[in-house]
């Protein structure tokens, strides 16, 4: 009788060992194409080809930020415009997210609390948050209270319809082995169907971070006196182009730092994503 030697198996690896792997191959690609935006940049406004008043050139720019940080814009330094644009932020942010994640959780658990909502989502979800400047400075005023709502706004819409959608797709088996043991609705919905909705929860706040961070820059055009967004239109306003772009350059590599924030923080709650 022949003897068959044992068939040894690779161990598979950890979807999230294989992206990280996938990651680091793809990393030079990612810092190849922004050196060849900067020296496509650097070579068309040094040699002419697109005037100053359209592009400015990279080492003007550098310049600019310099004095930037040394004198401040309109007599506020530089971080008190980068501060109070992530003041506003940040306060809609946690407050329309909160009141989002809730409601859409609710929503995504009780047949009756979805209908409810339903209407009033699909009717705000097609308008653009800009749309609603007039009517918030109509009731809260050129203050910073109206900017405020404005972005927690732009948070709620997309936090509440991510969780709803994480929390009515969690597995009927999930919820059929929790009823089979005899647990709480109460306990149910922390250890069952909020685990399970988490990746969507966070889908929809990476979303919704970023938005309201584009959406402080239009709530700024109004009434603001600091900020990123009020930079970048009073230096429009008196044709300082090196400034708007250097506030444009500024709101993305905040907006990169924020989502780069989320996703650290996502790693480490849904910490069992990519695993086995």
């Known amino acids: 009788m022949a003897i068959t030697a044992p068939i040894r198996t690779r161990p598979r690896a950890s979807s999230g060992g294989q992206k990280k792997r ?11 194409t922004i050196v060849v935006i900067l020296v496509v940049w650097f070579a068309v406004t040094n040699t002419g080809l697109v005037g100053p008043k359209y592009l400015p050139k990279p080492q003007e720019l550098v310049a600019q930020f310099g004095v930037l940080l040394s004198d401040g814009y309109q007599g506020k330094s530089l971080w008190e415009h980068i501060g109070a644009s992530l003041g506003r932020t940040l306060s809609g942010f946690v407050i329309g997210s909160f009141i989002g994640i809730i409601v859409g959780l609710a929503a995504g658990s009780s047949a009756v609390v979805s209908a409810a909502i339903s209407p009033i989502m699909a009717f705000l979800r097609p308008i653009p948050p800009i749309a609603f400047i007039p009517m918030v400075v109509l009731y809260f005023g050129l203050g910073e209270t109206g900017k405020v709502v404005l972005i927690a706004l732009t948070s709620f819409n997309y936090a509440v319809v991510n969780a709803q959608a994480g929390a009515a797709g969690v597995p009927v088996a999930y919820r059929r082995a929790a009823a089979t043991l005899g647990i709480p609705k109460r306990v149910e919905f922390f250890r069952v169907i ?21 959406v ?61």
Do not use: D
């Open 22 to 32: 996938r990651s680091r191959r793809l990393l030079p690609i990612s810092i190849g």
């Open 216 to 276: 402080v820059v239009a709530a700024e055009l109004v009434g603001a006196q600091v900020g990123l967004g009020y930079m970048i239109n009073q230096a429009a306003l008196l044709f300082q182009i090196p400034i708007v772009f250097i506030g444009i350059i500024l709101i993305g590599v905040i907006g990169l730092g924020l989502n780069l924030l989320i996703n650290f923080i996502e790693s480490r709650l849904i910490h069992w994503r990519g695993r086995g």
């Open 194 to 214: 909020l685990p399970a909705a988490l990746p969507n929860i966070f889908a929809g706040l990476k979303v919704a971070l970023a938005l309201s961070w584009a």
